[in-house]
């Protein structure tokens, strides 16, 4: 399969705290991006990040990716009780192909 | 700027009837997508439009789902007949440049419920 594979399936925090969600894949990519649904809503871009980049940051986001280890990670510090969704990755690969994996759903209590 | 519209919100059906979805992208953006959406599951594409052509349609059900793209802006997608498996939230988003250079932009969805 083409699609990104995130891990965990599901991480419960308290506000305030970090939460980390990783993304592996299978083959060389061209540039990978993550995004975020709130429930009931549709996906919101929140940062890509090219084959070429080794971390970005945008705001509290700060992505990672190791081509190497074909594997990308997105951490969001101070969590908020907004933050609470599901995140996916999506690796776009060489032939310009897309695909979401199963996503992360991230709860953050008050 | 406005966003990608989409219409119904929500629809209820029964097996083998029909059902269209209409989506309105953001004005200029040259690519728009069809995504299923399963309970649990990520997006799925099910078809790709360049302006009013068909970049990727590997993963439509073509004995059922048919999709058009008239005048390279807003587009439609029907499905005829529906089944149980088709209840998903079918996503529309549209994208300024060719293919996945940047970001895809998503409307709401529109949440299909086959009885």
């Known amino acids: 399969s083409q699609q990104g594979e995130e891990d965990p399936q599901a991480l419960s925090i308290q506000e305030g705290e970090n939460a980390t969600m990783n993304c592996s894949y299978k083959?060389?990519?061209?540039?990978l991006q993550w995004y975020r649904q709130n429930s009931g809503r549709g996906l919101v871009h929140l940062i890509l990040i090219r084959s070429n980049e080794r971390e970005k940051h945008s705001g509290r986001l700060r992505v990672t990716l190791d081509t190497s280890k074909k594997s990308s990670s997105l951490l969001i510090t101070a969590s908020r009780a907004a933050d609470t969704a599901s995140y996916f990755c999506?690796?776009?690969?060489?032939?310009?192909?897309?695909?979401f994996g199963a996503g992360t759903r991230l709860t953050v209590k008050p | 700027e406005a966003g990608v519209a989409q219409s119904p919100r929500y629809k209820i059906i029964e097996k083998r009837q029909s059902v269209a979805f209409w989506c309105n992208p953001i004005s200029g953006h040259a690519t728009l997508y069809w995504y299923q959406q399963i309970l649990g599951q990520g997006p799925k594409l099910l078809i790709q439009?360049?302006?009013?052509?068909?970049?990727?349609d590997s993963q439509l059900p073509k004995d059922r789902f048919s999709a058009e793209r008239l005048k390279g802006v807003d587009s439609t997608l029907k499905i005829q007949p529906a089944k149980l498996e088709d209840s998903a939230v079918y996503l529309c988003?549209?994208?300024?440049?060719?293919?996945?250079?940047?970001?895809?932009?998503f409307g709401e969805g529109s949440r299909l419920t086959v009885l």
């Open positions: 988003a549209s994208s300024a440049g060719q293919g996945y250079t940047g970001e895809l932009f």
């Open positions: 999506a690796p776009i690969y060489n032939n310009n192909d897309m695909r």
């Open positions: 083959t060389s990519i061209n540039n």
């Open positions: 439009f360049q302006n009013n052509g068909v970049v990727d």
